[in-house]
C-alpha cells in the first residue's frame, strides 16, 4: 500500500491568515513528507471557499513540483467547469514539469456557487464532464483531434505537447455516488474513494464497483486509492481532544457546502464530532490508526492519501502527526511466500527494529527457505528503504517490497 498526503487543510485557511506564510509552510511540509518516505502528494480544487480562503490548485503543485523528489503528484480538478483543450494542456505540461509523475483525480463538483459563477448548469455537468475526459484523452493519444460533442467542439485540433506518461496520466475518478461510481467502473478509470464516506458505505460501494466492471466485461482497474481524515497521538484521549477544533470546524464547512447531500444514504456532518468520526475517520493512538488502515487494505485499497492538517492548525502539530504515524509503524517482517499483497503480516519469519541502524543486520541474511520473499515494511521510513536499496542485495531472490 503505498501513502501519500494530502495537502487541502493546509491550501485551505481562515480568513485573515498571511497566505505568504502558509505557502511556506506548505512548502516545509512537503519537505517533510519527502524526507519521511510518502509516495504522493494530493491537492483538491475548490473555488469561492468562504469562510476560507484557498491557493488554486495547479499553479502551487507546480511550484511544490521542484520539493517533491519522486513522489507523485496528485491533482483533484473539477472537469466540467474547465474547457478540455485548456485542461489537457496544462495536464500535459504538468506531467513534463513532474517528469512523468503526474496523477489527474477528475472530480465533478458539487456546490452550486461554483457551477454558478462559471455559468454552468448544473444538470448537465455530467455529460459535460464526461465529454472532457473524452477529448482530453484523444488530445493526449491522436495527432489531429476533430470531435463535435454536446458541449465541446473542435476541428482538426493538433495538440502538439503530449504527457510523458504513455497514452496519458493516470486518471483517478474521484466520486461519492453510487451513480458515479458506477460511471466510472464502466468506463475503466480507477475510483478515488472519497474521504467523507464511512467504512460499511465504501466496503458496500467497492463490490458495487466491483461489480459493475465485471458486468460491463471489464476487469476491475488494478489501482484503488482512498482518501481519509487521519490524527495520531500516544494517548487516544489526547487525539480526539486535539484534532476536534480543527476537523470538526472544517465539517462545519463542509456540510455548508452540501458535501453530505452528495453522499449516498442518509449519511450528515451536521452531527456531533464524536459520532461524525465513528467509522469515517482515523484518529487514535499508533495501533488504533494501523487497525483502521488494515481494515481498509483488506478492501483492496492500495494507495491512501491521508489528510493530516486542517485549517488553523499549526505546522508544528501537523508535522509531529506525520512523524508519529510515520514512526510507529515500527515492524518490519520478512515474510515467505508467493503474494502476501493481501495478507496481513501476522506471521513474521523475521521481526526487525525499522530504526536505520538495525537496516544492516538485513546483509546478514544469507539465504532463505523460499525463492519468493516479500519484505513487508510499514511506511515512513524512505531513508532506511533506500539505504536497502543501495546497500543490500536481494538478487538471489524475487523480492517485494510491501509498505504496511
Known sequence: MKFGVSLTGMGQQPRGTDMRQSFGEIVEYVRSARDLGFDFIYQGQHYLTSPYQQLQTMPLL???????????????????????????????????????????????GYRDDEYDAFAVNPKRRVSRYMECLELMRKLWTEEKVTYTGQHFQV??????????????????????????????????????????ATHQTIKRQIQLYNDTAGNAGLESPKL???????????????????????????????????????????ESFSTSFEELARDRFIIGDPEDCVTEIEKYRSLGIDHGSFRMMWPGMDLKSGIRNMELFSSNSHR?????????????????????????????????????????????????????????????????????????
Open 155 to 196: 476541428k482538426d485540433a493538433e495538440m502538439v505537447l503530449k504527457p510523458m506518461q504513455k497514452p496519458h496520466p493516470p486518471v483517478w475518478v474521484a466520486a461519492n455516488s453510487d451513480a458515479a461510481i458506477q460511471r466510472a467502473a464502466t468506463n475503466g478509470y480507477s475510483w478515488y474513494v472519497n474521504p467523507h
Open 62 to 108: 507546480a511550484r511544490l513540483a521542484a520539493e517533491t523528489g519522486d513522489m507523485s503528484i496528485v491533482a483533484t480538478l473539477l472537469v466540467p467547469l474547465h474547457h478540455p483543450v485548456d485542461l489537457a494542456e496544462r495536464i500535459a505540461t504538468m506531467d513534463v514539469i513532474t517528469n512523468g509523475r503526474f496523477i489527474l483525480a477528475a472530480a465533478l
Open 224 to 266: 484503488l486509492p482512498m482518501g481519509r481524515e487521519l490524527f495520531v497521538h500516544d494517548d487516544k484521549e489526547k487525539a480526539f481532544q486535539e484534532v476536534e477544533p480543527f476537523l470538526g470546524g472544517k465539517y462545519e464547512a463542509y456540510a455548508q457546502w452540501g458535501q453530505d447531500k452528495a453522499l449516498p444514504g442518509d
Open 332 to 404: 518490519v517482517y520478512a515474510v515467505i511466500g508467493n503474494d502476501t499483497a493481501g495478507q496481513s503480516a501476522s506471521t513474521p519469519t523475521e521481526s526487525l527494529s525499522s530504526d536505520i541502524s538495525h537496516w544492516d543486520s538485513l546483509k546478514g541474511i544469507k539465504k532463505v527457505t523460499s525463492s519468493d520473499v516479500s519484505l513487508v515494511i510499514p511506511h515512513g521510513t524512505g531513508a532506511s528503504l533506500k539505504k536497502i536499496e543501495n546497500g543490500v542485495s536481494f538478487t538471489p531472490y524475487n523480492l517485494s517490497l510491501i509498505h504496511i
